[in-house]
């Protein structure tokens, strides 16, 4: 496969590399840590690029568990640079490349969106493009961003804030799903809101007309929420859950919190939705004699998908050869199709799917999408899990840690590194990247 490989170079390294990689993701797996606790998943892989020779500051927009790996040749003044593509007609314009890993779990299933297997991929694809470019000589810069707490909608978005990200040509991530192709989705508008209602306690049974519910308020909250449902877009989605709810139940709660993501396809329809569900909070506060307090934990756009990018990638996407599953990987997806009542109609793996002609919209959000709007951005997938296999479920952490997470993971790594390669080699191409990005709403 390498010896007709497009790029050899990148293909060697990553087949040279391939256990120790294997390891990085696998120890990720086996220590699972939540947003913003991430200290063994990024050291780990932060470590790593330093033994190859990227250059790691810590501490990036503040966060403990973010970190920056950047790598450039060695005769290129890194003071004087200036991204190429940006129309900056300077000199000095170097592509500056950004990949984006992820590397936080979910509490108590794991890592059931495969993160542990993003941000291996992400330090393999970025490690293998220097192998390529020290090669060559040829002048870039190569940064990895270890980016924390994507389960809760936050890491990117405070380092997006923070214009981490403002000098890049372009950024590079992908995510684990169940099957192979670039991801020419539309990733929803997201607000993540907390809710804290005040009440006065009291004596549940011997005086309970002295207490102001604080559960009732966010209950009947809850109700507003649930008939708004039939008045906004069909695209809206609106979700929740108790983070306190004032137990114990002998006394009237003082104090109830609730969480809720409140998601769709246009940031103006969010922002409608949104202020919405805090009218049913402030009418349900108003209802019980309460009062709320509104938090806003994380907002963010919708994804701006880059027609450029998509294509060129795809391209690349199809000189590398999708994954083959062994008769023991089948009979595990198999089992696991029926255990988890998967649908899939028996299949269970596909190679590489083709390009829509028009972007895809779905429902789920990622912050990523808040740097697509600073920076053109590319998002690949690559099945990690057999067909039918939902994020965040106990099925997709199962297939995470094992080959067939494996597999896809050292796929997409060559496939974001090859890709990348091509935009490169492809003449003014991140010039229309960025054209099309200024376009773009």
Known sequence: MTSTATYP??????DNHRDELIQKSCYIFEHPETAYKEKLSSKCLADYL????????????????AFTAAWTNPDIDIT?????????????EVPIIGFLAEYDALPEIGHACGHNLLGTAVCAAACALKADYESSGEPIVIRVYGCPAEEIMSGKIIMDEQNVFDDLSIAVTWHPFDRNRVSNDIWQAQDIKNYTFHGLSSHAAKAPEKGRS?????????????????????DVRMHYAYIDNGLPANVVPDITKTNYFIRSYLRSRTEDASERVDNCARGAALMTDTTVDIELVASCSEMKVNRVLTELYYDAMTQVPTPTYTPEELDFAKQITEEAGLINDGTLFSGLEPLEDEPVPIAIGTDASQVSHTVPLI???????????????????KQAGMTIG?????????????????????????EKAWELHKLTP
């Open 9 to 14: 170079t990148i293909s060697n390294w990553l």
């Open 50 to 65: 330093e033994t190859q020779g990227f250059q790691i500051e810590w501490n990036t927009a503040g966060i403990e568990t």
């Open 80 to 92: 004087k640079i200036q991204p190429a593509g940006k129309n900056v007609s300077s000199s000095n």
């Open 214 to 234: 604080a559960l009732d308020a966010a209950e009947l909250m809850n109700v507003g929420v649930n008939y708004l449902r039939e008045h906004v877009p069909g």
């Open 379 to 397: 998002t690949l997938s690559a099945a990690t899990m057999c067909k039918g296999t939902p994020l965040h479920h106990w099925a997709a952490a």
């Open 406 to 430: 494996q597999k896809g993971m050292l796929y997409v790594a060559r496939c974001m590194a090859e890709g990348t390669k091509l935009l490169m080699e492809t003449p003014g191409s991140i």
